[in-house]
């Protein structure tokens, strides 16, 4: 993390109260590349704030930068103006899912679904200093189209001064995962019903082009290689 | 809703301070079919609820029936806990997210995605009846793969008294849709960028088999048809 002002990490994350599972705990893991790797294949998470008492979530992209993730947004947006009007930040919760699987047993009580996901609990913070702003804008192109941020016109004074930046750093954070096939009790294996797992993809489709490319631009080699 | 106890209902939702965004007021509904229709074609939620002030965000299966969202889990997870421990209830904030495409505009500014989202607020409460129990128990497997709780065993008495359900009323909701192209800026149509749409495309793999299932049992018609 030289550069980055960031400590050295450990291996692991310290599991607190709030991520360690109430039930199935061998699903549970602290492990800062698991945890990395999980963020790393996303750029939507469901972002959890609070007001007036009541829960609110929102879907939005995020982008991670070593230890911290980064949301942006307009100016005029709920949890990011909350986020500049708070002081000492905005409590939140930023959540990363990705379903691997439809897990089909004998009996519904052991249907479930495989998958992966991120929880960060954490304060959110305003970012405020241009180059940190610059550094999280990027990331956040970067965490949908790797390579992005480096082929599009950055914004504009007009267009930074409408965006705003929150931090959100990776302290207290967990994931947790189911893989596998069927947990059926054993006197439900004679059962006729098919059980199994369905694999769940994520695909991309060929890119469409925008009518109005500059002539000669051509698909990048980095979308080719995303959309193979 | 003949027979379900539940009032006709209108048309749209009626809009709320929470359902009424901050920003891009036109990507959001209030159709009551379109809100059906986004929820229908998921499964996994995004669960928002308070603890201790701080925000939660947890991926959990939900169903539908009617006005009605479902989730359950295990009589020990956190939120049905709180749910069975709360009076009158706990409010809860439950989103749902698809991604349809990457929006790769020639500035960094304008890239988005295409999705479509529903976020519905409100207060969960416990359901003890029994064959309101067994509805929504259904309706959580049916909604990850319809018909399949016709063909699983249910839940015996055991299983039943491990599982907790949860209610949520579709009252206080909102859909939020963006679809289309890029929207760069006139003076940046001629940047040599490429610019457009990836689509992003949710499929399923071949089913993979129990290795124990009963001699004769075949992939059923609605598995079939899901994953053809």
Chains 1, 2 share one sequence.
């Not at 310290?14 to 039930?23: E, I, L, Q, W």
């Not at 998470?45 to 929102?58: E, I, K, N, T, Y």
């Not at 967990?174 to 098919?194: C, F, I, M, Q, Y």
């Amino acid at each position: 993390m030289q550069g980055t002002g960031q400590a050295a990490p450990q291996a692991e994350y310290a599991p607190t109260d709030r991520t360690v599972p109430t039930r199935a705990p061998q699903r549970a893991s602290y492990d800062r590349e698991a945890v990395h790797a999980i963020l790393d294949e996303g750029y939507l998470c469901h972002l959890g704030f609070v007001r007036d008492g009541a829960p609110v979530v929102l879907p939005t992209l995020y982008g991670r930068v070593g230890e911290r993730l980064y949301v942006h947004g307009s100016t005029g947006s709920r949890p990011l103006r909350m986020t500049g009007a708070a002081d000492p930040g905005l409590p939140v919760c930023l959540t990363v899912t990705h379903v691997d699987g439809l897990v089909l047993a004998r009996s519904a009580f052991h249907h479930s679904i495989n998958y992966r996901s991120v929880v960060v609990h954490g304060v959110a913070y305003e970012v405020t200093d241009p180059e940190e702003r610059r550094i999280a804008l990027d990331a956040v192109v970067d965490q949908v189209v790797p390579g992005r941020s480096a082929d599009s016109r950055p914004a504009n004074r007009k267009e930074l001064a409408a965006t705003a930046v929150i931090r959100l750093d990776l302290q207290e954070v967990s994931a947790k995962v189911r893989t596998g096939g069927v947990n059926d009790e054993p006197e439900d294996l004679t059962l006729p019903h098919w059980a199994g797992v369905v694999p769940v993809q994520k695909t991309y489709a060929t890119p469409l082009a925008d009518a109005d490319l500059a002539p000669g631009t051509e698909l990048p080699a980095y979308l080719a290689e995303l959309t193979k």
